[in-house]
């Protein structure tokens, strides 16, 4: 199945006339799947990405799970502190580049291939995200919506994306972790 273009606003981010916010998709958010068009279709930009981390196929979905060392900050209830927090990273992180990543750690991580996007809106966006994935800031959530360093091109950057809850206990021993998902 060949992703569907998804219409860009403008391609600078920095264009935005308020805070903008990235996240790293996976699953049944990326073009041309299911959840796309309801709750991406707007994006300011789409690129395709990489993340530290294993994939997990849970059947109708997949669920991600990444390197505790890896989390820059966890997602709260204020969608416009959440933008805020990402925004104060990504000024760090520009003041000190990462190297790109490649390949597998010996740990067992490989790098899992999703979508970065660009939302503007932050106050709208991230609660009707947040609802889809399941993700309540103050109590059991199906997965976790946390910062974590993100491989576009040639750059790291701080975006957020949706985690496994590993409260919940969704990934079962004996699973099987691959590195991208497709229908």
């Excluded at 790109?100 to 966006?125: H, Q």
């Excluded at 091109?153 to 590993?166: C, E, Q």
């Amino acid at each position: 199945m060949k992703p569907k273009e998804t219409p860009r606003k403008n391609t600078n981010r920095n264009d935005s006339p308020g805070p903008v916010i990235t996240l790293l998709v996976y699953g049944t958010l990326k073009r041309g799947l299911p959840n796309h068009d309801r709750f991406c279709r707007n994006a300011i930009d789409i690129q395709p990405a990489t993340v530290w981390g294993r994939l997990y196929d849970l059947g109708t979905f997949p669920a991600l799970e990444v390197p505790e060392e890896s989390i820059l900050a966890y997602g709260t209830a204020d969608p416009l502190a959440d933008a805020a927090t990402q925004a104060r990273f990504e000024a760090e992180a520009a003041q000190h580049p990462a190297p790109r990543a490649k390949g597998r750690t010996r740990s067992g991580w490989g790098l899992v291939r999703g979508e970065l996007m660009a939302f503007d809106d932050p106050a709208e966006r991230l609660p009707r995200l947040d609802h889809l994935e399941g993700y309540h800031p103050d109590g059991p959530s199906l997965y976790r919506r946390v910062l974590t360093p993100v491989f576009c091109g040639d750059a790291s950057v701080a975006a957020w994306v949706y985690i496994a809850d590993k409260r919940q206990n969704l990934l079962k021993a004996g699973l099987n972790p691959y590195y991208e998902y497709i229908v």
